[in-house]
């Protein structure tokens, strides 16, 4: 009787065995794939091509004369040479499949761009910031929403749905904003302004 009691037991311990092995190994699987999808960030993108994305942005926006007409605006700047410093976070393309950026037509990002004249400091400078869609086609071109225009209508025109939740939330890589910063404090705001042009 003790015997057939305990034979039994054998095939359900080595199942159980078999359980926890199994959840050993497929919990820290699990934890690095959900880590290496978090990590790619922006959409989907790739960290190299969102990085290539964003430089190939922020010198658009840098260059451009909307951008620059917009931090201008009501701002008295002094007589100094005025420039914009941007930092660009991609979180959509257009067509979706692209893999490089020679084959990306639209680029939808958070950008946060700032009025750099020598000596401005950062609380003062104006600024623009939002979600963009620009294009990188030749020539390329910038879409922002228009002010005193509903602005959440314009950027559900601008903006591909899929991508919607990222343009009416803030930088997923907080990281570029604290650059731009540290880039204008150390280049700008503590450059000497020109002569005859006001502190701010």
């Not at 934890?31 to 790739?46: D, N």
């Not at 025109?157 to 803030?170: C, H, R």
Request: aromatic letters at 6%.
């Amino acid at each position: 009787m003790h015997e057939h009691t305990q034979a039994p037991r054998r095939p359900r311990r080595r199942w159980l065995l078999a359980v926890i092995v199994a959840a050993a190994v497929a919990l820290p699987l699990a934890a690095f794939v959900v880590t290496r999808v978090h990590s790619s960030g922006g959409g989907g993108l790739s960290d190299k091509l969102r990085a290539d994305l964003a430089a190939e942005v922020r010198t658009i926006l840098e260059t451009s004369p909307t951008i620059l007409q917009i931090v201008q605006a009501d701002h008295d700047h002094g007589d100094g040479p005025a420039r914009v410093m941007c930092a660009v976070d991609p979180f959509g393309i257009a067509p979706e499949t692209a893999t490089s950026v020679g084959q990306i037509q639209w680029v939808y990002a958070q950008h946060l761009c700032a009025l750099a004249s020598p000596g401005m400091s950062w609380n003062f400078t104006t600024k623009s910031a939002g979600p963009v869609a620009v294009s990188l086609l030749n020539p390329p071109s910038i879409r922002l929403p228009k002010p005193r225009e509903d602005y959440r209508t314009q950027v559900r025109q601008m903006i591909p749905a899929k991508y919607l939740p990222q343009a009416f939330g803030s930088f997923e890589h907080p990281d570029v904003v604290t650059r731009l910063r540290q880039q204008f404090n150390d280049q700008v705001a503590s450059a000497t302004p020109a002569a005859g042009t006001p502190s701010p």
